[in-house]
């Protein structure tokens, strides 16, 4: 088994995946930082000073011992408080958006960045019965009996 997993780990790619993984990962930090960070204080500025990420509903009681504030979603949800928090979806649903768009341009400045190879036009392999069926049409259609 032990073999197995060696010829499997190293094949190459095993490895291009884990560094993909690795590099998307980071990636993924750098876009939530860019949304929660930038994006999403300017969009909440321009509609009004909004934080979305303090955006939800109480779906339950807050605990008798909570002494917290009930507008931070954070501090309710630690609470055990069940909450619908739509702001917080906005702001992941954005990142997504964001990160797919960027994934988007990058695999298409790498599709315009590598030369296409010039298609080859298909070569059509005939069965041997095709052949001789077209050789007995044409041999009917001159007007001479077909030769088998």
């Known amino acids: 088994m032990l073999t197995e997993f060696k010829a499997f780990v190293s094949r190459g790619n095993v490895l291009d995946l884990a560094v993909a993984v690795i590099i998307g990962a980071a990636f993924g930090r750098i876009v939530t930082s860019l ?3 930038i994006i999403m204080p300017v969009i909440g500025r321009i509609f009004g000073g909004l934080d979305f990420s303090s955006y ?3 779906m339950g009681a807050v605990p008798a011992d ?3 504030s009930l507008d931070d979603y954070a ?3 630690k609470a055990g408080v069940p909450l619908l928090g739509y702001g917080e979806f906005l702001t992941v649903a954005v990142n997504f958006l964001l990160v797919a768009f960027v994934i988007f341009l990058v695999v298409r400045a790498v599709n315009r960045a ?3 190879a010039p298609e080859q036009p298909a070569v059509v392999v005939e ?3 095709i052949l001789l069926l077209r050789e007995i049409r044409d041999a009917l ?3 001479r009996p077909p030769v088998v």
């Open 35 to 37: 949304t929660d960070d």
């Open 56 to 58: 939800f509903l109480k």
């Open 66 to 68: 909570y002494t917290g």
């Open 75 to 77: 501090a309710l949800k």
């Open 114 to 116: 590598i030369p296409k």
């Open 127 to 129: 069965s041997t019965e």
């Open 141 to 143: 259609r001159n007007g």
